[in-house]
């Protein structure tokens, strides 16, 4: 018999999303899987649309495990759902995300295949109302070979949906089957500690289907109430980033050095937030600390002399460009 695949499918107020989520585990060339719905406080009819699709999951001789509980947000809805996993093999999914036909089974495929490696990661599609693009497109990126480091730095992403890990892996390290109950980086708290100084899977093609949901910010046409929660989420995965580095590393100076490359992106998604909603004062402030890291980049210096410095844009300009006829030449050589 194949081993046991777990999905935990958390759900608050999904109603609307439910069919298209489940159908698309029903849809899997993997048969041997069990799906954990934690219906995290919802004040919908998600527990009705969830509980109509148990025929059709036990038919297909899938598991459907219903677990209702008042709202604790993302992180406690995982933290419930991973006291119920049995599987060898777990992946994550929102749901109001698809996983496309072989995510499940070729993932596991893979894991099998590499008993060395805890977790693999596949590419995706963003679905947005203007149409369709991939997670990975940059070659670089897809031969990433320290993926903790880039997930520390911002620089891949990490979508539930796009990786599976092998449970053994992750209980050892969660032995109370428990996660930081924070509101943001459920997913980055299962893939930073299997990827550090371990090999981590790819698989380039893509295995599930994001879906953003461009209702709430799109709307707000107040730019301060939209650079405030967007400046809180990022500050929220600055902390979680910097809280799992220090429970995953224990030598201070590999850890300072972790969390200076988190410094850094946070500065650095800051200081684009403040370009874009024209906040002089958050612009001035975020610079400094930038430099306070020695991050900042010609092109950020660039922006920056544009708002305060206008007459050294041109300079800054003319180095650019030798810079990167340099960097050009040296990569021919």
């Given at each position: 018999m194949d081993s046991l695949a777990s999905i935990i499918v958390p759900c608050y107020n999904g109603e609307k999303f439910v069919d298209r989520c489940f159908d698309s585990i029903l849809k899997q060339k993997y048969a041997h899987m069990e799906v954990i719905v934690v219906n995290d406080g919802s004040t919908d009819q998600s527990e009705q649309r969830v509980l109509a699709w148990n025929d059709r999951f036990r038919n297909a001789g899938i598991q459907l495990v219903y677990v209702s509980q008042e709202n604790k947000g993302p992180g406690g809805a995982i933290n419930t759902g991973l006291k119920h996993v049995t599987g060898e093999y777990l992946c994550l999914i929102d749901i109001d995300d698809e996983?496309?036909?072989?995510?499940?089974?070729?993932?596991?495929?893979?894991?099998?295949?590499?008993p060395d490696i805890d977790v693999v990661r596949s590419n995706g599609w963003y679905n947005r109302k203007s149409g369709k693009s991939l997670f990975i497109y940059d070659e670089k990126e897809k031969r990433i070979d320290d993926v903790f480091s880039a997930l520390v730095g911002g620089e891949t992403n990490n979508w539930a949906g796009s990786y599976m890990v092998r449970t053994s892996a992750l209980f050892d390290f969660y032995p109370d089957r428990e996660i930081y109950q924070s509101r943001f980086g459920q997913n980055l708290?299962?893939?930073m500690p299997l990827t550090y100084k371990k090999k981590c899977g790819y698989i380039d093609e893509p295995q599930m289907i994001y879906n953003i949901q461009e209702d709430s910010l799109s709307k707000t046409s107040d730019i301060k109430k939209t650079e405030k929660i967007l400046s809180d989420n990022l500050a929220g995965y600055r902390d979680i980033r910097i809280y799992l580095i220090e429970k995953i590393i224990k030598t201070p100076n590999e850890s300072e050095r972790y969390i200076r490359i988190v410094d850094i992106a946070y500065y650095r998604s800051l200081l684009k937030l403040a370009i874009d909603t024209r906040d002089e004062q958050l612009l001035k402030a975020t610079y400094s600390n930038l430099k306070e890291l020695s991050g900042v980049t010609i092109n950020e210096r660039i922006e920056y002399c544009q708002y305060f410095f206008p007459y050294m844009v041109f300079p800054l300009r003319c180095i650019r460009k030798i810079k990167t006829a340099i960097d050009t030449l040296r990569e021919t050589l």
């Amino acid at each position: 018999m194949d081993s046991l695949a777990s999905i935990i499918v958390p759900c608050y107020n999904g109603e609307k999303f439910v069919d298209r989520c489940f159908d698309s585990i029903l849809k899997q060339k993997y048969a041997h899987m069990e799906v954990i719905v934690v219906n995290d406080g919802s004040t919908d009819q998600s527990e009705q649309r969830v509980l109509a699709w148990n025929d059709r999951f036990r038919n297909a001789g899938i598991q459907l495990v219903y677990v209702s509980q008042e709202n604790k947000g993302p992180g406690g809805a995982i933290n419930t759902g991973l006291k119920h996993v049995t599987g060898e093999y777990l992946c994550l999914i929102d749901i109001d995300d698809e996983l496309l036909e072989s995510a499940v089974s070729t993932r596991v495929a893979f894991l099998k295949s590499h008993p060395d490696i805890d977790v693999v990661r596949s590419n995706g599609w963003y679905n947005r109302k203007s149409g369709k693009s991939l997670f990975i497109y940059d070659e670089k990126e897809k031969r990433i070979d320290d993926v903790f480091s880039a997930l520390v730095g911002g620089e891949t992403n990490n979508w539930a949906g796009s990786y599976m890990v092998r449970t053994s892996a992750l209980f050892d390290f969660y032995p109370d089957r428990e996660i930081y109950q924070s509101r943001f980086g459920q997913n980055l708290q299962f893939l930073m500690p299997l990827t550090y100084k371990k090999k981590c899977g790819y698989i380039d093609e893509p295995q599930m289907i994001y879906n953003i949901q461009e209702d709430s910010l799109s709307k707000t046409s107040d730019i301060k109430k939209t650079e405030k929660i967007l400046s809180d989420n990022l500050a929220g995965y600055r902390d979680i980033r910097i809280y799992l580095i220090e429970k995953i590393i224990k030598t201070p100076n590999e850890s300072e050095r972790y969390i200076r490359i988190v410094d850094i992106a946070y500065y650095r998604s800051l200081l684009k937030l403040a370009i874009d909603t024209r906040d002089e004062q958050l612009l001035k402030a975020t610079y400094s600390n930038l430099k306070e890291l020695s991050g900042v980049t010609i092109n950020e210096r660039i922006e920056y002399c544009q708002y305060f410095f206008p007459y050294m844009v041109f300079p800054l300009r003319c180095i650019r460009k030798i810079k990167t006829a340099i960097d050009t030449l040296r990569e021919t050589l």
